[in-house]
């Protein structure tokens, strides 16, 4: 079983940056694909960015790419994600997932994650 508890949300203003961490208990994550997704109100959860087992490997929706950037720790049992020129629309609850790294199909299917963390409230200002 693998525990996920995420850090680093926040308020902050437009054109601001914050970092997110989720760190993993209960097993080692060094085999597990992990991903960022976030939901906003009255909205379906989307992908934000995932990391492929190893850490060498990162995908992103098109609504972030450029701006934010996830990273792999395998020594920290973490995944991180660096969130810069935050807009109002990327106010949400974000949540780290993970899967193992076998797992087939795309990284952006949230059905395919086994283990959720609780979330952490981002929240960005004009």
Do not use: H
Not at 33 to 47: I, L, V
Not at 73 to 93: G, H, P, R, Y
């Amino acid at each position: 079983q693998v525990q996920l508890v995420e850090s680093g949300g926040g308020l902050v203003q437009a054109g601001g940056s914050l970092r997110l961490s989720c760190t993993a208990s209960g097993r080692t994550v060094s085999g597990y694909s992990m991903a960022w997704f976030r939901q906003a109100p009255g909205k379906e959860r989307e992908f934000v960015a995932g990391v492929n087992w190893s850490g060498a490997f990162a995908y992103y929706a098109d609504s972030v790419k450029g701006r934010f950037t996830a990273s792999k720790d395998n020594a920290k049992n973490s995944v991180f994600l660096q969130m810069n020129s935050l807009q109002t629309e990327d106010t949400a609850v974000y949540s780290c997932a993970a899967r193992p790294g076998t797992t087939p199909g795309s990284i952006a299917n949230e059905r395919s994650f086994l283990y959720w963390g609780q979330g952490s409230q981002v929240t960005v200002s004009s």
